[in-house]
Every structure is written in C-alpha cells, then in structure tokens.
Nanobody, 124 residues
C-alpha cells in the first residue's frame, strides 16, 4: 500500500494555470502506475490522466488533452499535474491514485490507493 498526499489546488480564473502535486510514500514508488481523477459536485468521478512507472507513457481524457500534462519524479516520489488554460468545467476535487490492480482498467479507477483530494475551483 502507498499513501498519497495531494497539494496545489486552489482558486484560479479561467485561462489560468495550476500545478498539482502528489507525494507518495513507499519504497517501490517507481513501480507504480499512477494517475489523476476528478469529481465535481453532483457528477460521477472521471479519469483525467495517467502515467506509466517510468514516465515514458501517458494518457489523457479528451476533455483535458492539450491543456494538462502529467509527469513524475521518481527520485522525489512525486507525481505532478500541470493544468493550463483552465476552464470553469475543470472545477472539481482532484484525486491522485496509484497501484493499478492486476487486470484493472486505468481509466476506470481500478486503483488500490487513493489520496484525500485537493480542490480546484476555476472562476469565469
């Protein structure tokens, strides 16, 4: 099991940028497939982005492609989500996830470990 702590959320105007960070515990961080999900009030949780263990492969939801970038620093046990050109519809609680379950779908939330979340609010 890995513990995840997100930071970097906040209030920003539309068109602005934020960078979320996810600090992970555990000595095998660099073995974990990791990602970000988000959930807005009254809406279902949705996939945002994912990154392979070495950082060489990434995937994004269509709604954020070209605006968000996921990256990781295995030396710091940290995953990042750089969010640019933010829109009001990006407003949500953002969750860091790790440790994809065997046979799981990385877009479906099949992760063993979840952070507590960090709130992102984009004003129009």
């Amino acid at each position: 099991q890995v513990q995840l702590v997100e930071s970097g959320g906040g209030l920003v105007q539309a068109g602005g940028s934020l960078r979320l960070s996810c600090a992970a515990s555990g000595r095998t961080f660099n073995n974990y497939f990791m990602g970000w999900f988000r959930q807005a009030p009254g809406k279902e949780r949705e996939f945002v982005a994912a990154i392979g263990s070495s950082g060489g492969s990434t995937a994004y939801a269509d709604s954020v492609k070209g605006r968000f970038t996921i990256s990781r620093d295995n030396a710091k046990n940290t995953v990042y989500l750089q969010m640019n050109s933010l829109k009001p519809e990006d407003t949500a609680m953002y969750y860091c996830v790790a440790n994809l379950r065997p046979g799981g779908n990385y877009r479906k939330g099949d992760y063993a470990d979840w952070g507590q979340g960090t709130q992102v609010t984009v004003s129009s």
